[in-house]
């Protein structure tokens, strides 16, 4: 292999940044030339690719974001679009990409490697909804914003005595919710994974909870729920404040939880998935997803991984609940 791309695809994620920077450093050092791909699959089906150096990635591993933009790309789910790729691909060169972002990226690699383009995926999503990882590039960082925007939330509500129910992101999953609300204390989680019921798992649990003393609240909501609940953030903050008598406010925190700097965890996650990546390629292993599991960088087949279904442990579900009265 001669020619290896790299591209980011999906929604962005802290730490993306720094498996780029491997992915160029590290093939660049085993005398590959390195393509970047603007705008993940959309790049590659356009032909927005340039080459990349090693200095083309100083001083982008602190940066949140993704260096090479990023795109979700409806045309890559049609055999025109993944073509055009595979095409775009033998006109640059290209023999292998890196796709780094989250399950439906890693569809697409799947169907560019059988297209003849071997492709291995890195988890970059701040959602950690890929089966076959413990931990995907860009969670830590926003689970430290996350606790950080809520414990300032906390400040205010703690002062007016009042509940927040704070909506975090997380469409299909709700690990975000579960561990920051958790690490913020939150009274009541609600996961799309888990069943709850409203009036048991949060007004009765906020009206238990006062009889002990206690004045101000935090509710944490993955958007999921919101989505699938039919029950809007507004109606939720209504019926707390209703129903229990505290007055209720609500916070959706949005995408400031897909950017910023990226914590050291995603940092070096993401130069060892890279470095792991690039290894892969270069020994003529395409169809691979790079993964962490108990601290060690490993990796499986692409067909396996998409197959593989990751659940809430409800021990730590009913944790959160047993610690949180
Ligand atoms: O997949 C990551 C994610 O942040 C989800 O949690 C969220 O639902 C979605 O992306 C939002 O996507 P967009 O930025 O396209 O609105």
Same mark, same amino acid.
């Given at each position: 292999?001669?020619?290896i /791309?790299?591209?980011t695809?999906?929604?962005?994620? @802290?730490?993306?940044?720094?498996a780029v ?16 791909i603007r ?18 990635v100083?001083?982008t591993?602190?940066r949140?974001?993704?260096? +090479? ?8 789910r049609?055999?025109e679009?993944?073509?055009k790729?595979?095409?775009?691909c033998?006109?640059?060169g ?6 780094? /972002? ?9 169907? +560019?490697?059988?297209?003849?383009? @071997?492709c291995v995926?890195? @988890?970059?999503?701040?959602?950690n ?23 300032k939330i906390?400040?205010t ?14 469409r299909r999953a ?10 913020v ?9 888990m ?28 958007? /999921? ?7 809007s ?19 959706v925190? /949005? ?5 910023g ?5 995603d ?6 998935m ?6 892969? +390629? ?18 499986y ?24 009265i």
């Open positions: 292999m001669k020619t /791309g790299v591209l695809s999906g929604g962005d994620a @802290p730490g993306m940044n720094a920077r491997a992915v160029v450093r590290s093939g660049v050092s085993k005398g590959l030339k390195v393509m970047g705008r993940g699959f959309n790049g590659l089906i356009h032909g927005d690719i340039f080459e990349m150096n090693l200095r083309s100083s001083n591993i602190q949140g974001g993704t260096m +090479l933009y990023t795109a979700r790309c409806p045309e890559f049609t055999q679009g993944i073509q790729a595979a095409d775009t033998k006109y640059f290209i023999e292998g990409i890196v796709v780094i /972002g989250g399950d439906g990226s890693f569809r697409g690699a799947k169907d +560019l490697s059988a297209a003849g383009i @071997p995926g890195i @988890p970059g999503t701040i959602d909804d890929i089966a076959c990882c413990d931990k995907t590039i860009g969670y830590d960082t926003a689970m430290n914003t996350i606790i950080s925007m809520v414990d906390r400040d509500s703690e002062s007016h005595d009042r509940c927040s129910v704070v909506e975090v992101m997380g709700g690990y975000l919710a579960l561990n920051a609300g958790i690490a204390g939150a009274t009541s989680i609600l996961i799309p994974e069943e709850f019921d409203f009036e048991r798992d949060v007004i009765s649990r906020i009206k238990r909870t006062q009889t002990t003393g206690k004045r101000d609240f935090i509710i944490m909501v993955a958007e /999921g729920v919101v989505l699938d609940n039919k029950m953030i507004e109606e939720m903050t209504k019926k707390i404040e209703e129903e229990t008598g505290v007055e209720t406010r609500h916070t925190l /949005g995408h400031v939880q897909r950017g700097s990226p914590s050291a965890y940092r070096v996650l993401g130069s060892k890279g470095y792991r990546a690039v290894e892969l +390629l270069e020994q003529g292993e395409g169809s691979r997803v790079v993964a962490i599991k108990k601290e060690e960088i490993v990796d087949d692409i067909v396996e991984a998409l197959d593989m279904k990751k659940e809430i442990n409800p021990r730590i579900y009913q944790m959160a609940y047993d610690i949180s």
